[in-house]
């Protein structure tokens, strides 16, 4: 993936997209305390790793599914691991993109494990893409 389209919007979508398709029984509370984390400390890089531990954490505790924790944590990682400039609003952005799907998927239930993308996800919504 080049580096332009790396954690861009769209990048960020199908990111987020392959975090909800594995959100088991987590709660869309659960998925708003990860966005309080990391808004709760100032340093950008710092934030980010407190919110990847939060998950894992949230996960140890059966309050998130594992695997989309731990979706969750390797992303929040690979955008600290990244050369990109902003890196907390990479992270509050792809956050709120798993907020939004998460909600989209649990109002409309929407089983996701064969939509591979976000063009997928507005076709089986009936979208035309």
């Known amino acids: 993936m080049s580096e332009s389209s ?3 919007t769209n990048d960020l979508l199908n990111r987020a997209l392959r975090v909800v398709r594995v959100r ?5 509370t659960n998925i708003n305390n990860l966005l309080e984390v990391l808004e ?3 340093s950008e890089i710092g934030s980010i790793y407190l ?6 954490r949230q996960a140890a505790r059966s ?4 695997r989309m924790a731990s979706e969750i944590a390797r992303n929040l990682v690979e955008i600290t691991s990244s ?3 902003n890196k907390k609003q990479v992270a ?6 798993v907020k939004w799907l998460f909600e989209i998927a649990e109002r409309l239930r929407l089983d996701l494990s064969n939509v591979r993308d976000f063009e997928s996800l507005v076709k089986l919504l009936g979208g035309t893409i």
């Open 40 to 42: 709760s400390e100032r």
């Open 6 to 8: 790396q954690f861009s």
């Open 92 to 97: 509050r952005k792809f956050l709120g993109l």
């Open 51 to 56: 919110t990847a531990v939060f998950t894992l």
């Open 83 to 85: 050369n990109i400039q």
């Open 63 to 66: 309050l998130i599914d594992r």
């Open 24 to 28: 088991g029984n987590t709660t869309r």
